[in-house]
């Protein structure tokens, strides 16, 4: 990321509603925000777009964020890759493998936004280190 | 084998694909109420403050019942998984 972009996210979520919730908001706090309503959609929309985080629900049609993580991090060594999903991080640890971050929907903007920011904070402008 | 008795792992395997699908459908509205009344919280600061009250209980109710959601999914987890 260089230092006079915004830092740019790419939202995968299936819930046309709660994605555009997120997208507002992160927009909201000067970030530039991409959307993808599924996996697929994701990974052709996106190729070769710089992305410095991803926001990935790991429950969707068409390609869920597992199927799609191992492709995203090929396509996109450099992002960030935070996980979402309605449920506790401790029903879905087999799925998390290789995430930054993990973030539950029920917590709300503000713990979204605090953990981009720590996941862009820990390395920024460099490869994501896993 | 199941802990609970006398159940077989069919049924428990039933039971478990019930609540993991109550599970899922509840938990997606809830997590929109919970953000959205975070969200209206913080996006109107000149209200009644009787008002923000509502807010908040809505909030704070919301969580609640996603803790009680999780409490008991996870009950129902532990009573119908294999050992």
């Known amino acids: 990321m260089r230092e006079h972009e915004k830092p740019k996210v790419l939202i995968v979520d299936d819930d046309d509603s709660l994605r555009q919730i997120y997208a507002r908001y992160l927009s909201a706090e000067g970030f530039q925000v991409a959307q993808a309503s599924n996996g697929e959609q994701a990974l052709l929309d996106f190729q070769d777009s710089r992305l410095d985080a991803i926001l990935l629900d790991i429950r969707m049609p068409v390609a869920n964020g597992q199927v799609l993580m191992p492709a995203l991090q090929k396509s996109h060594p450099h992002a960030h890759i935070i996980i979402s999903s309605c449920y506790d991080l401790d029903f879905q640890k087999e799925m998390i493998g290789g995430a930054d971050s993990y973030f539950n929907k029920a917590e709300g903007c503000r713990a979204l936004l605090g953990k981009l920011k720590a996941v862009l904070a820990k390395h920024p402008g460099n490869p994501a280190v896993r | ?83």
Do not use: V
């Open chain 2, 1 to 83: 084998m199941t802990e609970a008795p006398g159940m077989t792992e069919d049924a428990a395997k039933e039971i478990r694909k019930f609540i993991h699908t109550i599970n899922h459908d509840l938990q997606s509205p809830l997590a929109k109420i919970i953000t959205l009344s975070e969200l209206l919280s913080e996006k109107l600061t000149d209200i009644d403050p009787a008002d923000r009250e509502y807010l908040l209980r809505m909030h704070e109710n919301g969580k609640r019942m996603k803790a009680q959601l999780d409490d008991l999914t996870r009950q129902f987890a532990d009573r119908t998984t294999p050992r």
